[in-house]
């Protein structure tokens, strides 16, 4: 490179505005597929996931830099049951993840061992993991040992390589204490590149209830209510079906919600409030075109259409705040608390401490 090609190079980079720069770095993205056994045992840690998920979430977000959340679900049974799988690939979703939780039942089952391969098959293999920087992991909750009696061409111990193959760490967690589970377990953290760890039978998700919990379910409320959805019609639609959905949540999992939608920073796609002005202005300028102005807005000039989004986003960011408090508050009475900890939640988040100090992300 000639000298006025390098002085040329070291101007263009000095005159780059921050923001571009900024753009040019990518956060690291967490992949996390939890592999979970959805016969009748386990109805303890399938009802604590739906209650816990939003926290689980906001825990693997609080990673420094802060990382690129991606969710996929593998429910297993046997067979003879309604179904061996279930594959529900990977989304930053929050809102989705929840509702593929919600469609899970702890049923069927009856003698001991399930299609544990046939699960970690999927996991590995009908999910689409990234690629590049950041962390890959499987989750492996159950109470049994997996099948070695069927012909079928599935074999956990080979699916467990597959993933170390490809840079996916697989984390066993037991629930209960049967012997040949933890076997098997143990031989899988060992393959798997992961740590073994067991957890009470139901799941180790209590219910921990706060005096801030109905104040925080309130919030998720009212921060669900400060979205105003773009995009088409159809997009519109399920944008109010999602708000709708936070807003019949029970209260112990509307809670966690708020403190995951406080630190987010999108509560969810095409929101017409977070988008600069002048997308706001061609955003209102399509919605005309296609059915009308959302809900919020319609008979409202572009002016006031635009004052009353900005309106919306200092309403949330005060809310936001609030949640904020609150959830030190709740973590503070948790952390004081004599009752039972939240095993799943402590066994996921430090199997990610670890391996996020390969990654770079700090927890």
């Not at 070291?10 to 720069?21: D, G, N």
Request: net charge neutral; glycine share 10%.
């Amino acid at each position: 490179m000639t000298s006025l090609a390098l002085a040329m190079g070291v101007l263009a980079a000095a005159i780059t505005p921050k923001a571009a720069i900024a753009t040019q770095v990518e956060r690291p993205r967490v992949d996390v597929t939890f592999v979970l056994d959805t016969t009748g045992s386990m109805g303890g840690l399938i009802e604590g996931a739906k209650r816990r998920i939003w926290s689980i979430a906001r825990r693997i977000g609080e990673g420094q830099p802060r990382p690129e959340l991606r969710i996929a679900l593998v429910a297993y049974r046997d067979r003879g049951d309604q179904y061996v799988t279930r594959v529900f690939d990977f989304t930053s979703d929050m809102d989705d993840v929840y509702a593929n939780l919600m469609s899970f039942q702890a049923e069927g089952g009856g003698d001991t061992p399930e299609h544990v391969s046939a699960a970690l098959s999927d996991a590995v293999h009908k999910v689409s993991w990234s690629r590049g920087r950041g962390m890959r992991v499987i989750f492996l909750v159950g109470d049994a040992p997996p099948h070695v009696d069927y012909q079928d061409g599935f074999d956990y111990r080979r699916h467990v390589r597959e993933a170390a193959q490809r840079g996916i760490g697989v984390e066993p967690i037991q629930c209960g204490g049967d012997a040949l589970t933890a076997s098997v377990w143990h031989e899988v953290a060992s393959l798997g590149g992961g740590t073994y760890a067991r957890i009470d039978a139901d799941g180790g998700m209590p219910t921990r209830a706060t005096p801030v919990d109905a104040e925080l379910a309130r919030l998720n409320g009212e921060l669900a209510a400060t979205v105003v959805g773009g995009g088409s019609v159809a997009e519109r639609a399920k944008t109010s079906r999602r708000l709708e959905a936070r807003a019949a949540m029970a209260a112990p999992a509307a809670a966690e919600a708020a403190s995951y939608f406080a630190t987010s920073g999108r509560l969810a796609d095409k929101d017409l409030v977070d988008m600069p002005v002048e997308e706001q202005k061609r955003e209102l300028a399509a919605a005309k075109k296609d059915g009308g102005a959302p809900g919020q807005l319609q008979g409202k000039s572009d002016p006031e259409a635009i004052a009353y989004l900005a309106a919306q986003k200092a309403k949330r960011a005060k809310l936001q705040s609030r949640v904020v408090e609150l959830q030190k508050e709740r973590d503070a009475i948790l952390a004081k608390g004599a009752g039972p900890k939240d095993a799943f939640d402590e066994a996921v988040v430090e199997s990610l401490r670890t391996r996020g100090k390969d990654a770079g992300i700090r927890y």
